[in-house]
């Protein structure tokens, strides 16, 4: 498809297991983006990437939270010993390159239960 | 710090009538701004922006925004609403000066009624 695409578009999971998040930019698409958005509230940005570095990390609420973009495109939200608060939409975003002007494009989101 | 306002949460418009949907920023700089809108259990899907030249932008599903440097504020604005365009709208910030991230308010609720 022609735009962002995230999987899986649903997961529960059980306190203290590992989660993989993945996520498939816009084709071409340099700066790629992860936002986690809890019930009520506005996207808050986790981390910025752009091609395979992370150019920007300071929104990772801890280290339990880990990205991973290792050819430049698809990338990867790790988040281990889960925890019930990190139950949320985890969306991703890409943009043609990290220009401030660019247009931010998002995918679905990916919702993330935890119990 | 940068950082936007959306000081309702819930807008309520009779089709037909026109809308506003207020927001206000606070930026080091001169800022982009940006409208997204989310319809229940779907990702944001991109409106409109400011970067730079006429302070009307007008953007997708005849929907427009104002900037206004005086007052900080970008507020979004349709002329007739529909009960279609009933949905989260979300204002954001992107700094010139620093930074990569866009910064969302809280949201608002927008319901248009038949």
């Known amino acids: 498809g022609a735009g962002v695409s995230q999987t899986p578009s649903n997961k529960v999971t059980e306190k203290g297991k590992y989660v993989e998040l993945r996520c498939d930019p816009i084709s071409g698409h340099t700066a790629l983006y992860w936002y986690r958005q809890s019930l009520g509230q506005g996207p808050e940005f986790l981390i910025y990437f752009q091609g395979t570095g992370a150019a920007d990390d300071s929104g990772l609420p801890n280290d339990r939270f880990f990205a991973v973009r290792p050819e430049g495109s698809v990338s990867t939200l790790k988040i281990q010993r889960t925890e019930r608060g990190d139950s949320a939409v985890y969306l991703c975003?890409?943009?043609?390159?990290?220009?401030?002007?660019?247009?931010?494009?998002f995918g679905e989101g990916s919702w993330l239960t935890v119990v | 710090a940068q950082s936007v306002a959306q000081p309702e949460d819930q807008v309520n418009v009779a089709e037909g009538n026109p809308l506003t949907v207020k927001c206000t920023y606070s930026v080091s700089g001169n800022p982009y701004l940006f409208w997204y809108v989310q319809y229940p259990n779907r990702g944001l899907q991109f409106l409109l922006k400011?970067?730079?030249?006429?302070?009307l932008v007008k953007g997708s599903y005849g929907f427009e925004a104002e900037f206004n440097k005086s007052q900080t504020s970008f507020h979004l604005k349709k002329p007739s609403a529909l009960v279609s365009d009933s949905a989260l709208y979300f204002c954001a910030v992107r700094p010139t000066n620093s930074g990569y991230a866009l910064n969302f308010g809280k949201g608002t609720s927008l319901l248009v009624t038949p």
């Open positions: 975003a890409s943009s043609p390159t990290g220009g401030p002007g660019n247009t931010i494009y």
């Open positions: 400011y970067i730079t030249g006429d302070n």
